[in-house]
């Protein structure tokens, strides 16, 4: 059973535009979530993350939404551009990050020049 | 600041045979934990390590081992290695206080079974 989903393979927009990366999780015991950026031949980077207790949290271009009600989480990018060309993960949690991350199977985003 | 590191980075070995891989935290993070990359999946967790002692431990069989040293850092041991277990092995750490705590990753070893 799938507990972390990322419906969406892949994705595609132009540079300067808006990127939307969702995720949908089953249980509802996770209070903290994550979004991780893999390039290539490398780890996980981390990105951003949100506990429960708030609906969205900002970074720079980056942005998470978490609606705990649909049991969905969102990562906004804006504006694109073509280095954040990489597989995304979302990542749940229980215990404040303290316990093992369960991960989607990523979301491949494209931004083309 | 050193991020966490991993050795080797990449590996090559045949069925059967067994390996261990290392993994160095971030200077200050007492917790490490273990993840498998398979291509086209996210990482699966595989152990979590805190004080030396085994934390949590993900669904996975008893070829795979891991021990947490006084320094922190961690070694993950396969025995009787299968084709299947051909992977990227990857190593986060985490400063575990009190709250939110992110984890940090390693770049991975890629584990390679003939």
């Known amino acids: 059973d799938q507990q972390v989903k990322q419906n969406s393979p892949s994705l595609s927009v132009q540079e300067g535009r808006i990127s939307i990366l969702n995720c949908d999780y089953t249980?509802?015991?996770?209070?903290?979530f994550l979004w991780y950026k893999k390039y290539p031949a490398e780890g996980p980077t981390f990105l951003i993350s949100?506990?429960?207790?708030?609906d969205k949290n900002e970074d720079g271009r980056f942005t998470v939404f978490l609606n705990k009600s649909a049991k969905h989480l969102s990562l906004h990018i804006v504006p694109s551009q073509p280095g954040d060309s990489a597989v995304y993960f979302c990542a749940a949690s229980g215990q404040g990050g303290s316990e093992k991350l369960v991960f989607g199977k990523g979301t491949k985003l494209t931004v083309n020049p | 600041d050193a991020g966490v590191t991993q050795s080797p980075t990449h590996l090559i070995k045949t069925r059967g045979q067994h390996v261990t891989l290392r993994c160095s935290p971030i200077s200050g993070h007492k917790s490490v934990s273990w993840y498998q990359q398979v291509l086209g999946q996210g990482p699966q967790f595989i152990f979590q390590y805190y004080e030396k002692e085994e934390r949590g431990r993900g669904n996975f069989p008893d070829r795979f081992s891991a021990r947490q040293f006084p320094n922190y850092s961690s070694e993950l041991n396969v025995n009787a290695l299968l084709l299947g277990d051909s992977a990227l092995y990857l190593c986060a750490s985490s400063n575990d206080r009190e709250g939110y705590n992110e984890q940090f990753f390693g770049p991975g070893t890629r584990l390679t079974v003939l």
């Open positions: 949100i506990s429960s207790i708030k």
């Open positions: 249980n509802s015991m996770f209070d903290y």
